[in-house]
Protein backbone atom coordinates (compact mmCIF):
# COMPACT_ATOMS: atom_id res chain seq x y z
CA UNK A 1 0.00 0.00 0.00
CA UNK A 2 1.41 3.59 -0.76
CA UNK A 3 -0.25 6.68 -0.10
CA UNK A 4 -0.26 9.50 -2.80
CA UNK A 5 -0.57 13.43 -2.16
CA UNK A 6 -3.99 14.49 -3.45
CA UNK A 7 -2.78 18.32 -3.24
CA UNK A 8 -3.48 21.64 -4.85
CA UNK A 9 -0.93 21.24 -7.99
CA UNK A 10 -0.14 24.74 -8.44
CA UNK A 11 3.96 24.88 -8.82
CA UNK A 12 6.51 27.23 -9.02
CA UNK A 13 10.36 28.06 -9.35
CA UNK A 14 12.04 29.88 -7.31
CA UNK A 15 15.19 32.01 -7.78
CA UNK A 16 18.37 32.11 -5.89
CA UNK A 17 17.73 34.58 -3.55
CA UNK A 18 14.34 32.09 -2.35
CA UNK A 19 17.77 29.64 -1.08
CA UNK A 20 19.95 32.37 0.46
CA UNK A 21 16.58 33.25 2.47
CA UNK A 22 16.00 29.56 4.19
CA UNK A 23 19.84 29.34 4.70
CA UNK A 24 19.78 32.60 6.79
CA UNK A 25 16.66 31.09 8.47
CA UNK A 26 17.97 27.36 9.07
CA UNK A 27 21.93 27.72 8.91
CA UNK A 28 24.44 27.17 6.13
CA UNK A 29 24.45 23.86 6.57
CA UNK A 30 21.01 23.46 6.07
CA UNK A 31 20.12 21.12 3.01
CA UNK A 32 17.77 22.56 0.53
CA UNK A 33 16.83 21.68 -3.10
CA UNK A 34 18.73 23.77 -5.58
CA UNK A 35 17.34 26.51 -7.28
CA UNK A 36 15.68 25.70 -10.62
CA UNK A 37 13.13 22.95 -9.09
CA UNK A 38 10.25 23.03 -9.07
CA UNK A 39 8.13 23.01 -5.95
CA UNK A 40 4.78 21.98 -5.86
CA UNK A 41 1.94 23.64 -3.41
CA UNK A 42 1.64 21.12 -0.32
CA UNK A 43 -1.60 22.14 0.60
CA UNK A 44 -5.23 20.69 -0.18
CA UNK A 45 -6.42 21.20 -3.37
CA UNK A 46 -9.53 22.69 -1.37
CA UNK A 47 -7.16 25.81 0.05
CA UNK A 48 -8.48 27.65 -2.22
CA UNK A 49 -10.99 28.58 0.13
CA UNK A 50 -8.98 28.96 3.07
CA UNK A 51 -5.91 30.99 1.35
CA UNK A 52 -4.76 32.42 -1.76
CA UNK A 53 -1.24 31.59 -0.78
CA UNK A 54 0.37 28.26 -1.70
CA UNK A 55 3.19 26.93 0.39
CA UNK A 56 6.27 24.65 -0.06
CA UNK A 57 8.27 22.41 2.57
CA UNK A 58 12.30 24.62 1.84
CA UNK A 59 13.60 21.76 4.34
CA UNK A 60 14.41 21.35 8.06
CA UNK A 61 14.66 24.40 10.59
CA UNK A 62 15.17 24.46 14.19
CA UNK A 63 11.85 23.88 15.81
CA UNK A 64 9.97 23.30 12.72
CA UNK A 65 10.92 24.39 9.19
CA UNK A 66 11.41 26.78 6.28
CA UNK A 67 9.14 27.51 4.09
CA UNK A 68 7.86 29.54 0.96
CA UNK A 69 4.64 31.32 0.59
CA UNK A 70 3.42 32.32 -2.92
CA UNK A 71 0.78 33.78 -3.61
CA UNK A 72 -0.55 31.40 -7.07
CA UNK A 73 -1.88 34.78 -9.34
CA UNK A 74 0.47 37.21 -8.49
CA UNK A 75 2.79 37.96 -12.01
CA UNK A 76 5.57 38.67 -11.01
CA UNK A 77 6.41 35.55 -8.63
CA UNK A 78 6.82 37.19 -5.11
CA UNK A 79 8.18 34.50 -2.95
CA UNK A 80 8.48 35.02 1.07
CA UNK A 81 10.16 32.94 2.97
CA UNK A 82 9.75 31.94 6.84
CA UNK A 83 10.34 29.48 9.08
CA UNK A 84 7.29 28.15 10.65
CA UNK A 85 6.78 25.44 13.60
CA UNK A 86 5.88 22.12 12.44
CA UNK A 87 1.97 21.20 13.08
CA UNK A 88 2.23 19.23 16.49
CA UNK A 89 -1.39 16.99 15.29
CA UNK A 90 -0.69 13.14 14.41
CA UNK A 91 -3.47 10.18 13.02
CA UNK A 92 -3.36 8.50 16.28
CA UNK A 93 -1.18 7.56 19.09
CA UNK A 94 2.56 8.46 18.06
CA UNK A 95 3.66 5.18 19.66
CA UNK A 96 1.33 2.90 17.40
CA UNK A 97 2.42 1.60 14.07
CA UNK A 98 0.97 3.33 11.30
CA UNK A 99 0.35 6.51 12.80
CA UNK A 100 0.86 10.03 10.57
CA UNK A 101 2.39 13.01 11.61
CA UNK A 102 1.28 16.11 9.81
CA UNK A 103 4.20 17.33 7.78
CA UNK A 104 2.57 20.64 7.47
CA UNK A 105 3.56 24.00 9.52
CA UNK A 106 1.27 25.18 12.59
CA UNK A 107 -1.86 26.44 12.84
CA UNK A 108 -2.61 25.75 8.97
CA UNK A 109 -6.06 26.47 7.89
CA UNK A 110 -6.96 23.86 6.16
CA UNK A 111 -7.31 19.70 7.35
CA UNK A 112 -4.02 17.75 7.78
CA UNK A 113 -1.39 16.27 5.31
CA UNK A 114 -2.57 12.56 6.21
CA UNK A 115 -6.51 13.49 5.66
CA UNK A 116 -5.97 14.42 1.65
CA UNK A 117 -4.24 11.16 0.30
CA UNK A 118 -5.59 8.45 -1.73
CA UNK A 119 -4.48 4.90 -1.33
CA UNK A 120 -3.47 2.35 -4.85
Known amino acids: ?47 RGFSPQCCAFLGAAPNGGVWARWD ?4 PLVVEVVALPACPASSGDPDSAGTEACTLFGDHLCGHSWEFGQED
Open 1 to 47: MSLVRVGCGVRAEFAWGVYDDAHRLAGQDADFSEPGDLHWCELPADH
Open 72 to 75: READ
